[in-house]
């Protein structure tokens, strides 16, 4: 695997590689975890030769938000990506990303409004504005992204049908189930946040989460099954749930009565750690 930190060099490796074969992207912000892992090995099944990018960007995190704490771990992650066969890990520095005078800024409407966008300002515009530019720095046949964080993977797939992107086309924008843990909970590198004490009482979300979900199969209205939620979430030390929500999956539309493509959302806090889910509520996954 060869570690590359300037643009220039990217390029050079990425032109050699292609002659290989296809070319898969997986961008990440590092601290990698078992769900990054299982996104490389989508990529290298897929694809001749897989760049996994490590960059932890700056114009995703709001003024208020862990830029700074954020888990750092090159020497560890690149271990990990080694044992893995990836071809390339470009860590660019923030400097190579976006050099003085950097002016450009895109911004998704509609699927980036609501859920981790309304408590976010600004935030899916530096997840699209950096992914956009990772798809130029590379120019992947696919990429591969988590679907824990399922309205990333909308607002980037709206950026890749209405930029008409090539490198790659919307329909290689490829979304890999949620890795979770035995107790349930979604692997995150923010779980690292956590004390021992929360990391126990974090498995009461996806556990809500699924018994609301039952609650919404048997019948049960919306409004009920969620504020049932809102309250064993409570229970288990979560404060505030920032949201709780079923939206069509695909749109992010609110819906009112669930259907086949509905997902249940959720976004709380326990202690400063921020823990965000989805589950698939109908019978679309
Ligand atoms: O999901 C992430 O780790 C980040 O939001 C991404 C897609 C790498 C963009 O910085």
Redesign the pocket.
């Known amino acids: 695997m060869r570690i590359i930190t300037r643009l220039a060099d990217l390029r050079e490796e990425t032109v050699r590689l292609r002659h290989h074969g296809t070319l898969a992207l997986v961008?990440?912000?590092g601290a990698l975890h078992e769900g990054h892992l299982t996104l490389v090995r989508e990529a290298r099944a897929a694809a001749a030769s897989v760049v996994v990018?490590i960059?932890?960007?700056p114009r995703?995190f709001g003024p208020n938000e862990d830029l700074d704490a954020y888990p750092r771990q090159l020497e560890r992650d690149a271990q990990a990506l080694q044992g893995e066969g990836v071809t390339v890990l470009w860590a660019p520095e923030p400097g190579e990303v976006y050099p003085p005078g950097y002016a450009t800024n895109i911004s998704v409407a509609g699927v980036s409004s609501g859920l981790c966008g309304g408590d976010r300002p600004g935030h899916f515009d530096?997840?699209a504005t950096?992914?956009c530019k990772?798809f130029n720095q590379v120019r992947p046949d696919m990429a591969f992204?988590?679907e824990k964080?399922w309205q990333?993977l909308a607002v980037?797939r709206r950026m890749a049908r209405d930029l008409d992107l090539t490198f790659p086309p919307v329909e290689a924008i490829h979304g890999v189930a949620i890795v979770r843990e035995a107790d349930g909970l979604a692997m995150s590198?923010r779980n690292a946040y956590l004390s021992p004490v929360q990391r126990t009482a974090a498995a009461a979300l996806p556990r809500a989460m699924r018994e609301a979900i039952s609650a919404l199969q048997s019948g049960s209205p919306a409004a009920e099954a969620l504020a049932g939620m809102r309250s064993r979430l409570a229970a288990a030390g979560f404060d505030p749930v920032d949201y709780a929500e079923l939206r069509d999956g695909e749109s992010l539309q609110e819906v009112e009565r669930p259907g086949p493509a509905t997902r249940l959302f959720v976004a709380a806090r326990i202690g400063t750690t921020r823990l965000i889910d989805n589950m698939a509520v109908g019978a679309r996954q």
């Open positions: 961008p990440t912000m990018s960059f932890v960007n995703q530096g997840v950096v992914v990772l992204f988590g964080d990333q980037i590198s």
